[in-house]
């Protein structure tokens, strides 16, 4: 099955990119987010960052045309239409994704395949509740996704190898690498990215090197694009906060936030979204 009509929920930092891959791709896009305002201004940030790929003389006119005439906004998931795919990237909480695809399961043509593009939310729970547990898989793009390469596929245990096969196709119909990964907490990229990020807090915490050196250390020593700390800022500290939780819970107390990092989501610091987290924006 070729995927090309698709409707992405929740137009944070990762839906609006996800939605960006997929009109550079070819398919028809539906926005949603409970907050309308938001789904909006995700077509914007889309606009202008094709507006600044034609000043760069990357795409044509028409092109950019072309691309936001197949991108609309909807104000609820009872608006998905005639979608193949649904794909989730609404916030990092359990509670808040159950109630999305319950929701969807009785409104979505029996025929769509259902995608989590959770960090480390078990795929194979999910799916058990979204009613469609052959048809449920995770997809997991990274930041930023109209810009990064690679998308962990995640079958959960009743996921059919039609899905996969599908969502594999799809990923390549956007340029991505697709790597499927087994359902385990935080599939690869999170369960080795997120203790190096915990511990660069801690050792801030522990006043071990600044903020700006310990990033160094890591952007410099180990050729990383963005320290460990800079790069937290920029995926959100309340996610990395969820996921940390999720890691601690399943696989145990190597995973345990720090403190400080706590202490930054109570304080309502972050990251990038919120004008400051470890460094101010
Ligand atoms: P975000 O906080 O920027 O955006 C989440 C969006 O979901 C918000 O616009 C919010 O209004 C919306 N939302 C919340 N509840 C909703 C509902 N019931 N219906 C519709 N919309 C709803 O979060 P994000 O960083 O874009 O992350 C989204 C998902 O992607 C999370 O599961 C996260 O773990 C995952 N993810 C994040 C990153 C990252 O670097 N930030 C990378 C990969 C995956």
């Known amino acids: 099955m070729e995927i ?17 891959a997929a009109l550079e791709g070819g398919c028809s896009i539906r926005l949603v987010d409970k907050d309308e ?34 991108i609309t906004t909807v104000p609820d998931l009872s608006s998905c239409g005639d979608a193949q795919l649904v794909i989730e990237a609404a916030s990092e909480k359990e ?29 194979t729970r999910l799916a058990s509740l979204s009613g469609r547990p052959g048809k ?3 997809m997991h793009f990274m930041n930023p996704a109209h810009v990064m390469k690679l998308v962990e596929v995640i079958p959960g245990l009743e996921t059919t190898g039609e899905t996969v096969e599908a969502i594999v196709g799809l990923c390549l119909k956007l340029g991505k690498r697709a790597v499927v990964v087994a359902d385990s907490p935080g599939f690869v990229a999170n369960r080795l990215l997120m203790p190096a990020i915990n511990q660069a807090i801690h050792a801030l915490q ?6 700006e050196d310990i990033d160094n250390v890591m952007r410099l020593g180990a050729g990383h694009p963005m ?23 399943e696989l145990g107390e190597t995973y345990r936030p720090c403190p400080l990092l706590r202490k ?18």
């Open 136 to 138: 449920f898989i995770g």
């Open 4 to 20: 090309d009509k698709i409707l992405v929920v929740g137009t944070g930092a990762m839906g609006g990119g996800i939605a960006q």
């Open 37 to 70: 305002n938001r789904a909006a201004q995700a077509v914007e940030r889309i606009r202008s960052r094709l507006e600044r790929r034609l000043t760069e003389g990357k795409i044509q006119d028409r092109e950019s045309e072309e691309m936001l005439g197949r």
């Open 206 to 211: 522990e006043g071990v090197a600044s903020r």
């Open 95 to 123: 509670s808040v994704k159950e109630a999305i695809f319950r929701q969807l399961d009785a409104v979505a043509l029996p025929s769509a395949i259902f995608a989590s593009n959770t960090s480390a939310i078990s795929i």
């Open 264 to 281: 930054m989501v109570a304080g309502g610091r972050l990251g990038k979204k919120s004008g400051g987290g470890f460094y101010d924006y």
């Open 227 to 249: 320290g460990p700390l800079e790069l937290a800022d920029f995926i959100g500290l309340d996610i990395c906060l969820e996921i940390l939780e999720t890691l601690c819970l």
